[in-house]
């Protein structure tokens, strides 16, 4: 088992483009969470899937996000016509249960950056 | 709703000597209490957990003691080392409630 990993590690976009990041979590963890992380600051908690059920989403993310889970597997988060206050990094985890219980394991992320 | 409020950084300490990262938060019901460590090029690996009041969590010669009376999870080491420099961020999440919360994260820095 790698760990969580996430596909590309950096992304430059021009503003207006649409992007999308993936997400491949442990393979036995069924839930899987979106985390962005802005310099200097801690990470703030876009989105989490319960296998392929995404049950709670954050006001952050505004209609030109979307987060897929397809298989209960891997993870696709895809932001549509972005701006350049979208540049941050893009952290995603997983958990074997309740995150409470058994903790979060992260990814490396993607860095975004949009000109 | 949820917060933590970290200690404002960077920290910067020579090698050998006693660290504390203060750590408060506001949360309701009983949460779990988290420090996560992001070394350079890295991701957020968890550096210790606690779960209930007066539990202390430990790793790599790292400690953190839940305080429910005084709402904190100070993050503390004897003795640092160079390899310790990286930023260091408290976090909670509450029962039934899947998100963690973050910090700010504290930049800590050692020299020899």
Known sequence: DTGVSQNPRHKITK????????????????????????????????????????????RLL??????????????????????????????????????NNYGYTFGSGTRLTVV | GNSVTQMEGPVTLSEEA????????????????????QYPGEGLQLLLKATKADDKGSNKGFEATYRKETT???????????????????????FGNEKLTFGTGTRLTIIP
């Open chain 1, 15 to 58: 503003r207006g483009q649409n992007v999308t990041f993936r997400c491949d979590p442990i393979s036995e963890h069924n839930r899987l969470y979106w985390y962005r992380q802005t310099l200097g600051q801690g990470p703030e908690f876009l989105t989490y899937f319960q296998n392929e059920a995404q049950l709670e989403k954050s």
């Open chain 2, 18 to 37: 006693f660290l504390t990262i203060n750590c408060t938060y506001t949360a309701t019901g009983y949460p779990s209490l988290f420090w996560y460590v």
């Open chain 1, 62 to 99: 505004s209609d030109r996000f979307s987060a897929e889970r397809p298989k209960g597997s891997f993870s696709t988060l895809e932001i549509q016509r972005t701006e350049q206050g979208d540049s941050a990094m893009y952290l995603c985890a997983s958990s074997l249960g309740s995150g």
């Open chain 2, 72 to 94: 904190s999870f100070h993050l503390e080491k004897g003795s640092v080392q160079v390899s310790d420099s990286a930023v260091y961020f408290c976090a909670l999440s509450s």
